[in-house]
């Protein structure tokens, strides 16, 4: 028998109407399907009363009633917070992208500014100054250059293809003010052969990384000229001695270069394995140095004497690197030699000045200053019958010796030919007796010195059948003649020789070329007072071109 709701409803709604009376008799009905309903008719209402099921059923009904709204109103609620958590996410991205949009507007307005100044900079020519006084390029360190590809093929050079590298490491071992065109240091490297490690170290010279412009392309074509003479000319010139059995020019073995701009290095034995060392740069040499290298110079003249007499065309012709020299390295070194000379004449005018006695010699320096370009354009590399290939830069600090146990100097090796070039013999001897000794020694042994240069070199030639073909009186006139390049390399490189180390300039910190000029001038003049060692020797190169009639 199913059961209706109905009467219950009917009952509330009498409830609400006040019109049920308390529990009495009341009359069952039923409906044609058999079910008992109420008779809630007028006359029946006051008679019918609830049982307490009956309030049960209601007060459920009521209770889901309530439920249902609740979960409704909940289900709204979380609606609503989910529509406003979409709204604030989409708000907020909103947001970020309007963000990023003015960020990037931001950037390409600041890209569009820095444009158009460095085009405005450029037009203005406040970069590229004729003055070669700004940095070209973000500083970098020498050291960084070295690489473990470098050392590989160093290594591979060295000792062949049996060996592999486990490590490698930079070690500095210069003083300030032993280089000055280079940055010098050293790798020692580890490696394994037959399952064995060894150790070995070389020397690398390394692009200094001035970025003062010019500087920077000298640097390249200084490193171009070694590293070509090395791997392409020295083995012809010691060919031309091993021929005859003769040992090889003294100098360290070449085994790796890199020669990409700004990135330039040069790898070498390292000679301190040997125990040679350089000598003191401030003292001058005594006769048995000077007598070692005078000798090896020499060798090195005559062998590259009989290599030209033995080639079809002049070795410069062929080797173009012999060429290029102080003002034709780049379009900028003439701009960048000719005021450093000028300025080298100009202080050690003012010094003979200042010291008083030197009129002959003031007005010899400064009749040389019109003629700067000439000499060293085309007296330097005019060699005559005297033409060999020259060292270059033959001084103290690019000179190593080995020693016996008593201290003499038994053997020597020369070093960094980086100025290498085709010019006279004179040229290279005058370099070497005026910035490496010092007038006691230089002025009562000339002669003597001379003499050991002519002997080497004649003796070379000898051993492959060739006449001297000229005398010693004929080198004696050849290197008075040439005793102006002795005056201006002394002048403009013995302050920097006997200068402190704690004084030398720092060419790598200073961009302006013109400010680093006028900085080394007031050193060499505060040197004369204050440097016990540049007086003499800086006034024995004048009265020794006085006393031979060069200054007049």
């Excluded at 109905?6 to 069952?28: D, M, W």
């Excluded at 009521?62 to 406003?84: E, P």
Aim: hydrophobic share 45%; charged share 20%.
């Amino acid at each position: 028998m199913a059961f209706s709701v109905q009467p219950y409803l009917e009952a509330i709604s009498g409830l609400s109407q006040g019109v049920l009376s308390p529990r009495g008799n009341h009359t069952k009905h039923y409906n044609r399907d058999g079910a008992r309903t109420l008779d809630l008719t007028p006359q029946s209402r006051g008679r019918y009363r609830l049982s307490h099921c009956d309030y049960f059923i209601i007060i459920i009904i009521i209770i889901i009633i309530i439920i249902i709204i609740i979960i409704i109103i909940i289900v709204i609620i979380i609606i609503i917070i989910i529509i406003i958590i979409i709204i604030i996410i989409i708000i907020i991205i909103i947001i970020i992208i309007i963000i990023i949009i003015i960020i990037i507007i931001i950037i390409i307005i600041i890209i569009i500014i820095i444009i158009f100044i460095d085009v405005l900079l450029l037009f203005f020519g406040r970069i590229t100054s004729a003055k070669l006084n700004t940095p070209v390029e973000q500083e970098i360190e020498p050291r960084s250059l070295i690489t473990e590809e470098h050392v590989k093929a160093v290594l591979l050079a060295d000792k062949g293809k049996d060996v592999s590298l486990a490590s490698w490491k930079v070690i500095d071992f210069t003083n300030n003010g032993d280089n000055y065109a280079c940055f010098v240091t050293s790798v020692k490297v580890t490696y394994s052969k037959n399952e064995t490690q060894q150790h070995v170290s070389y020397v690398v010279k390394l692009n200094p990384c001035r970025k003062m412009m010019g500087l920077d392309d000298m640097s390249n074509v200084i490193f171009l000229k070694e590293a070509t003479f090395y791997s392409k000319l020295l083995p012809k010139i010691n060919a031309v001695l091993e021929a005859t059995g003769r040992e090889r020019i003294r100098m360290p073995c070449y085994f790796h270069c890199h020669l990409e701009a700004g990135q330039e290095q040069i790898y070498f034995e390292d000679l301190r394995v040997k125990k040679f060392k350089m000598f003191d740069r401030k003292k001058g040499m005594d006769k048995h140095h000077a007598d070692l290298v005078l000798t090896e110079l020499g060798r090195l003249h005559a062998a590259s004497y009989i290599l030209q007499s033995k080639s079809d065309g002049a070795l410069e012709d062929k080797y173009e690197f012999l060429k290029r020299d102080f003002f034709t390295f780049s379009d900028n070194s003439k701009k960048l030699m000719l005021p450093m000379l000028q300025s080298s004449l100009n202080t050690s005018s003012e010094i003979l000045q200042k010291i008083g006695g030197y009129e002959s010699a003031v007005k010899w320096i400064e009749s040389l200053g019109p003629r700067l370009e000439e000499l060293m354009t085309v007296k330097l590399m005019e060699g005559g019958k005297m033409s060999c290939i020259n060292h270059g830069d033959c001084w103290n600090n690019n000179i190593l010796f080995r020693y016996d146990d008593e201290g003499k100097p038994t053997e020597v090796m020369l070093l960094d030919l980086q100025i290498c070039r085709k010019a006279s013999v004179a040229i290279d001897l005058n370099y070497f007796l005026y910035t490496s000794l010092t007038g006691a020694v230089r002025k009562p042994n000339l002669t003597y010195f001379l003499s050991t240069y002519y002997l080497s070199f004649k003796d070379v030639l000898s051993t492959e059948g060739f006449a001297m073909h000229f005398t010693e009186e004929e080198l004696q006139e050849e290197f008075r003649a040439m005793n102006v390049f002795g005056a201006l390399f002394g002048m403009m490189i013995l302050p920097i020789i006997l200068m402190e180390a704690d004084k030398v300039p720092d060419f790598k910190a200073e961009t302006d070329m013109d400010v680093a000029i006028e900085n080394l001038s007031k050193l060499h003049l505060d040197m004369v007072d204050n440097n016990p060692l540049m007086k003499p020797r800086f006034l024995a190169i004048f009265d020794e071109m006085i006393e031979n009639g060069t200054i007049s």
